[in-house]
């Protein structure tokens, strides 16, 4: 699991491009982004909320599942935080926490294995799909890395 964490660390021009940051709290590590949702209507902008996403590679399992719904607590505007754990084990179901019976905003946490053949949870759809392009991502950015820079043999030969 430590060349997959290292993997992930190494491509921030990835996430960055679908609006993630490194991210860091109480010894979880891994990237996140926020989604602001707009309501509108004839009238212009009625209300506005946000999610937040996390794509988490290095905790501790069960421990940092049970830790998160423990210890996240709700915001203002927030409607929904996930959090996706990337490991060897996955949840059949999110495990989710609501905040004042849902009115402020709701906790959701998954574990997920990439190399498993299961796509995820359709509520974590999105991300999951994201974590299983990473590959493709990596093998093209490193084929076009060693057609485009020239090896040791050709510039000691010039």
């Known amino acids: 699991m430590d060349s997959t964490i290292k993997l992930y660390q190494r491509i921030p021009e990835f996430w960055g491009h679908w609006g993630f940051?490194?991210?860091?709290?109480?010894?979880?590590?891994?990237?996140?982004?926020?989604?602001?949702?707009?309501?509108?209507?004839?009238?212009?902008?009625?209300?506005?909320?946000?999610?937040?996403?996390?794509?988490?590679?290095?905790?501790?399992?069960?421990?940092?599942?049970?830790?998160?719904?423990?210890?996240?607590?709700w915001e203002p505007d927030l409607m929904t935080q996930r959090f996706l754990l990337l490991g060897t084990e996955e949840d059949s179901k999110p495990w989710i926490k609501s905040f004042l019976w849902g009115f402020r905003g709701f906790l959701e946490v998954f574990r997920y294995s990439p190399e498993g053949k299961k796509k995820g949870h359709r509520k974590f759809r999105d991300l999951t799909d994201l974590v299983c392009a990473v590959d493709g991502y990596v093998a093209q950015r490193e084929s076009l890395f060693s057609q485009t820079l020239p090896t040791i043999g050709d510039i000691s030969s010039r």
């Not at 989604?35 to 996390?54: E, H, I, N, T, W």
């Open 21 to 73: 940051e490194p991210w860091q709290w109480e010894g979880l590590e891994g990237v996140w982004r926020r989604v602001d949702f707009k309501k509108g209507s004839l009238l212009g902008q009625v209300a506005l909320y946000y999610s937040y996403d996390f794509i988490l590679w290095k905790h501790q399992g069960l421990i940092s599942r049970d830790f998160l719904l423990q210890h996240r607590k």
